[in-house]
């Protein structure tokens, strides 16, 4: 089976630069994903890793490292509308589940 | 146009009633999937559909039954509903069963009295 760690919660103020790490485990890899939700909302998709190294999207980053089954979400410039829960997710190559890990809930403060 | 709309949103009932959500995308993906997330916000897996067959059963009670009539539709069957049902119940779809960017519908809180 799939198990997927991050931290329950993370607070900072806002312009401050949040880092959510993730590690797992997995048989076989298709990638990490990161989602965001927010209060009463449902999951978004944020990005996605399928080879190591760091992808970029506007203030967010993402980063894989396959090898220490670990990735992270990189949140900059952190606004209050960035208040919300974080997910990884892996998809399984051995029975295509797509696994989620138990959320990381952010919250910005002024 | 909503990409994947499932309906009711809100949906109280009582113990021992039986109920059914329904969920269309008008993606054009392949896979659909229905998740439970509980008070903690825990995102578990139920089913999987690709191409309107059976992928993913998780073990769920026997209460619960999907029903996928063609790929753009996945509903979801509850008999004798439990006050340990009470969650929000999400559909989500993908373009396949490997692609991990999934659309997730707006969410329907169930609450069992």
Redesign the interface.
Known sequence: GQSLEQPSEVTAVEGAIVQINCTYQTSGFYGLSWYQQHDGGAPTFLSYNALDGLEETGRFSSFLSRSDSYGYLLLQELQMKDSASYFCAVRSAADYKLSFGAGTTVTVRA | DTAVSQTPKYLVTQMGNDKSIKCEQNLGHDTM?W?KQDS????K?MF?Y?NKEL??NETVPNRFSPKSPDKAHLNLHINSLELGDSAVY?C?S?QD???????????TRLTVV
């Open positions: 999937y998740y903690k916000k825990f995102l897996i999987s690709n992928i993913i999400f989500a993908s069963h490997v692609n991990t960017e999934a659309f997730f519908g707006q969410g």
